[in-house]
C-alpha cells in the first residue's frame, strides 16, 4: 500500500528545493543591488553581482566587511540608529551618502528588511541599495526657479507639475506612459476634471498639504485603472515656485515580490487598523485559522480570540503605539469552528509616509506540535530525573554496602599482622599486606566512581573564573608524601575562563596529579599551564616532560578504568581523566591528549 503521507512529504521537500533555487537564481540575476548582513547588521554575509558592481569591488572582498565602511564617515554614524528603526518596523527605507572602493561617493536610497526568527530575535538583515546620483540632480533642478524643459524630458520617472489650482502644467512622457494618456489630455485641466475623485484621496491629502506647508514628502500609493489594473507608484513630492512636481516610480513588480513573499510564508500575517479592522489576510492564515481572507478582511480580529484573552492584544496595542518594543508572546486563538489553537505572535506597527501608525501587523505561528514536544520533553526529563534520583540512592546504598566489609577485611588483617605477627612466617605477612592493599584500592575505586557519578549529575553554575589563581592553588595542596624531588611549575597569568569554579577544579586536580605523578622518574622535571587560541577559540592545556603515552593508544585515555601503565610503574585507579572528560563535556567544550613515550604529555581542553 502507497505510503500517501510519505509522497507528499517527498513532493513538498522537491516544491521546496525548487522553490530555493528559483530564490537563489533571482538573487544572484537580479538587476537590484542586494546584500545579506549578519544579525548584528554591521558584516556583510553576501551580496549579488550587481550590488558589488555598484560599489566597484569583487564579491569576495565584501563578503565579511563591516558595512559601516561603505558609508560616508558622517552617514556611517547614523548606520546603527537606522537598523534601529528597521528592527522595529519590519523594514525601513532612507536615504545616505555611500563611498566606492576607488573613494567616489554618491547617494543612495537604502531599503532594509528585518528577517526575524521565531524568538523574535534578529536572524539577519536584506539591504536593497539604489543610486540615486540622478533622481538628486533632477530635485534639484525642479528647486531652482525655473523649470528646464530638456531636464525635465530627460528624467526617468514620471513627472507632473501641478499648480495652486490643481491644474497640470507639465507632464514628461514617461508619466503620460503610466498614467494611460497623453499630455495634451491633461495639460491645462485639473487633477478632478481627469480624474474625478482623486480630491478625497489619500495621495491628494499628501499633495494638499505640501502646496499648502511648502515641505516635501514621500508616499507609496496605488491606483487602479478603469480596466481592473492596479498599478503601485513610489510618490515624491517636490515644491516648485509654480506649484508641486510629482516624482512617480512604478514600483509594482517590487510590491508584487514582497507581496508573493507574504502569501507563501508559513506563518500566519494579518494586517488591521488600530481598531482592530481586518485589511489584509495571507494563504497561511487561512490554513492555519481555517477563514479566507474574503470572511476575515474588514471584520473584527477580536472574533478570534479566547474569553479570557479579549483584552490581551489591546493593551500590547497599546504599548506599541507608545513607541514600546514587543517581543514575541504565546497565546491561544479560535479557529473555525470554534477549537482553540497555539500561537506565537510578534505584534509590528504600521506607519503611513509621515512616521504616524496607522495599524498594526501581526506575524502568527502555530506552535501546536511545538508545545506538545515540549511537553514531552518535560515528561522525559522528569522521568530521567527520577530514573537519576534512584540511581544515586543506589549507588550510595552499594558503596556503603561494600565499604563495611572492605572497613572489615583491612581493619581484621592489621589486627592479624600487629597481634599475631610472631605466628605468621614472611609469606604469611606478605599475604596480609596484599589483602590489606587490595581493600584499600576497592574502597578507592569506590569513591572514584562515586565522583564520577556527582560530576554527571551536579547543576552546572558558570561564572568568571581565574583559571592562574586555580591552578596555582590545585598545585599547592597535590599530596607528596615524603618526596622531596623539584619540579618546575610554570603557569601563565591572567589565565580567565567563563566556567563553574567547584567541576573546572576536578579538571586541574587530576591533570595536575597526574602531571606530579609521571614525572616522578624524570630529573628535572617541568609542568606547564597555559593557554592558546586556536581557530578563533580559548584552548587551554597542561604540559609535563614526564613518561608520556603511546599515541596509538590515545583513545583510550579518557575511557573509565582504562590505564596505560601498570599499578606498579604509576599507581591510579583509571578514573581521573574520565572526570576529566565528563567535566569539559558538560562545559560544551572537549578535550584531547598529545604525547610521546619518554617525552612528556600535553592535555588540551576547550570550555565551550
Partial sequence: MKDTNSTSMSGFREAMREALASWARLFENAGWSIAIGAASGETLQGTNPAFARMYGYPIQELIGRNLAELFAPDAGRELQAELRVADEKGSHAFESEQVRKDGSRFPA???????????????????????????????????????????????????????????????????????????????????????????????????????????????????????????????????????????????????????????????????????????????????????????????????????????EEHAITERLVRGERIEHFETRRLQKGGQGI??????????????????????????????????????????????????????????????????????????????????????????????????????????????LCRVTRSELERVGVDVSTLARRTWARIPRGKSERRVDLVIEPGLMAHADPALLGLVFDNLLSNAWKFTGRTELARVEVGSELQQGRRVFFVRDNGAGFDMAYASKLFGTFQRLHSESEFPGTGIGLAIVQRVVARHGGRVWAEGRVGAGACFWFTLD
Fill in 342 to 451: 497555539d500561537l506565537s505572535i510578534t505584534l509590528s506597527p504600521i506607519r503611513d509616509s509621515a512616521g504616524r501608525i496607522t495599524g498594526v501587523s501581526t506575524i502568527a505561528r502555530d506552535i501546536t506540535a511545538t508545545k506538545q514536544m515540549r511537553a514531552e520533553l518535560l515528561l522525559a526529563k522528569e522521568s530521567a530525573e527520577g530514573a537519576n534520583a534512584e540511581l544515586e540512592s543506589f549507588s550510595y546504598s552499594v558503596a556503603h554496602d561494600l565499604r563495611a566489609p572492605l572497613r572489615g577485611i583491612d581493619g581484621f588483617s592489621q589486627a592479624l599482622l600487629e597481634d599475631n605477627a610472631q605466628q605468621l612466617d614472611a609469606s604469611g605477612q606478605r599475604y596480609l599486606g596484599l589483602v590489606r592493599e587490595s581493600a584499600q584500592r576497592m574502597a578507592q575505586l569506590i569513591d572514584d566512581m562515586l565522583g
Fill in 109 to 311: 536610497l537604502i531599503d532594509v528588511t528585518t528577517v526575524k526568527d521565531q524568538a523574535g530575535q534578529v536572524e539577519c538583515r536584506a539591504f536593497h541599495v539604489q543610486d540615486i546620483s540622478e533622481r538628486k540632480q533632477q530635485e534639484a533642478a525642479l528647486r531652482a526657479a525655473s523649470l528646464p524643459r530638456d531636464v525635465l524630458e530627460q528624467l526617468l520617472e514620471g513627472c507632473q507639475v501641478i499648480d495652486s489650482d490643481w491644474r497640470y502644467l507639465y507632464v514628461n512622457d514617461v508619466l503620460a506612459k503610466q498614467s494611460r494618456s497623453s499630455a495634451d489630455a491633461l495639460i491645462g485641466r485639473t487633477m478632478m476634471e481627469c480624474y474625478p475623485g482623486i480630491d478625497a484621496t489619500p495621495m491628494f491629502s499628501v499633495l494638499r498639504r505640501c502646496m499648502r506647508e511648502r515641505c516635501h514628502d514621500r508616499m507609496e500609493n496605488e491606483f487602479t485603472f478603469p480596466d481592473g489594473t492596479r498599478i503601485c507608484f513610489e510618490l515624491q513630492f517636490v515644491p516648485v515656485p509654480q506649484g508641486v512636481c510629482i516624482l512617480s516610480l512604478d514600483i509594482t513588480e517590487r510590491r508584487n515580490a514582497l507581496s508573493a513573499l507574504v502569501n507563501d510564508s508559513d506563518d500566519a500575517i494579518i494586517g488591521r487598523t488600530l481598531d482592530g479592522v481586518v485589511t489584509s489576510w495571507n494563504g497561511a492564515a487561512e490554513r492555519i485559522l481555517g477563514y479566507s481572507a474574503a470572511e476575515m478582511i474588514g471584520r473584527p480580529i477580536a472574533e478570534l480570540y479566547l474569553p479570557e484573552h479579549r483584552d
